[in-house]
T-cell receptor
Framework: GQQVMQIPQYQHVQEGEDFTTYCNSS?????IQWYKQRPGGHPVFLIQ?????EVKKQKRLTFQFGEAKKNSSLHITATQTTDVGTYFC?????????????FGKGTKLSVKP | NAGVTQTPKFQVLKTGQSMTLQCAQD?????MSWYRQDPGMGLRLIHY???????DQGEVPNGYNVSRSTTEDFPLRLLSAAPSQTSVYFC????????????FGNGTRLTVT
C-alpha cells in the first residue's frame, strides 16, 4: 500500500543550527500536510502544500513540495529551543479523503541550548 | 469554541474490560477520526467518519468500534481490552473530508494490564 517515509527519525542540533526533515511517498500525492507535536502534546497543523513545486514560508520555517508531488521537506533556519518536538508529514493521495491521509513516522528534533 | 474535546485523559484497564473513549467537536466539522500513537510508529488511523451515520475502517481497526450518530460526537469503543491496545489515542476532525487541516484533541493515554 501507499507509504510515506520520513527521515531522519531523530535529529539533535545545537541552538542556532539549521534543521531539515524529508518526506517521500511511493505514489503521487494530492497534497501534503505538516504537523508539529510538542513533547506530551498533540499534533498541531502547520501548513498544507497542494501545487507542484510549491514553496511556503512561515518565519524561520520553509516548506517545499516536489515537482512530481512525491516528496516534501521542512527546513528550519537557526533553530531555537522552542522548535523542540516531533514533526510529521501527512500525504493524501489523489482522489482520496482524509481517511487516506498517511502520516510519516515523524522526525524528533531536540535542540541543545 | 472548545475545539476537539477528548475524555478521559488517562485510563487504566485490565485485560478483557471494555470502555468508551469520548470525542466531541463544536466546530461543525464534517470529518472525524481516531488515531493511535505508539513509539516509533507514528500516527495510525483506526476508524474515521465523513458524516453522521457514516463510518469506515482505517489502517488498524481490529478491536475497536465506532459510531457517529451526531455531527459533534465520535466515540471509540474497546469491547475487550488487550495489552496490545496500550497506546495514546487521538481524536481529530476537519471541516471537509479532503484538503482540510486536522484538528487534534489532547489525547487519551490508555494502559491495559
Amino acid at each position: 500500500g501507499q507509504q510515506v517515509m520520513q527521515i531522519p527519525q531523530y535529529q539533535h542540533v545545537q541552538e542556532g543550527e539549521d534543521f531539515t526533515t524529508y518526506c517521500n511517498s511511493s505514489t503521487t500525492l494530492s497534497n501534503i500536510q505538516w504537523y508539529k507535536q510538542r513533547p506530551g502534546g498533540h499534533p498541531v497543523f502547520l501548513i498544507q502544500l497542494v501545487k507542484s513545486g510549491e514553496v511556503k514560508k512561515q518565519k524561520r520555517l520553509t516548506f517545499q513540495f516536489g515537482e512530481a508531488k512525491k516528496n516534501s521537506s521542512l527546513h528550519i533556519t537557526a533553530t531555537q529551543t522552542t522548535d523542540v518536538g516531533t514533526y510529521f508529514c501527512a500525504g493524501q493521495r489523489r482522489g482520496g479523503s482524509q481517511g487516506n491521509l498517511i502520516f510519516g513516522k515523524g522526525t524528533k528534533l531536540s535542540v541543545k541550548p | 469554541n472548545a475545539g476537539v474535546t477528548q475524555t478521559p485523559k488517562f485510563q487504566v484497564l485490565k485485560t478483557g474490560q471494555s470502555m468508551t473513549l469520548q470525542c466531541a467537536q463544536d466546530m461543525n466539522h464534517e470529518y472525524m477520526s481516531w488515531y493511535r500513537q505508539d513509539p516509533g510508529m507514528g500516527l495510525r488511523l483506526i476508524h474515521y467518519s465523513v458524516g453522521a451515520g457514516i463510518t469506515d475502517q482505517g489502517e488498524v481497526p481490529n478491536g475497536y468500534n465506532v459510531s457517529r450518530s451526531t455531527t459533534e460526537d465520535f466515540p471509540l469503543r474497546l469491547l475487550s481490552a488487550a495489552p496490545s491496545q496500550t497506546s495514546v489515542y487521538f481524536c481529530a476532525s476537519s471541516y471537509r473530508q479532503t484538503n482540510s487541516p486536522l484538528h487534534f484533541g489532547n489525547g487519551t493515554r490508555l494502559t491495559v494490564t
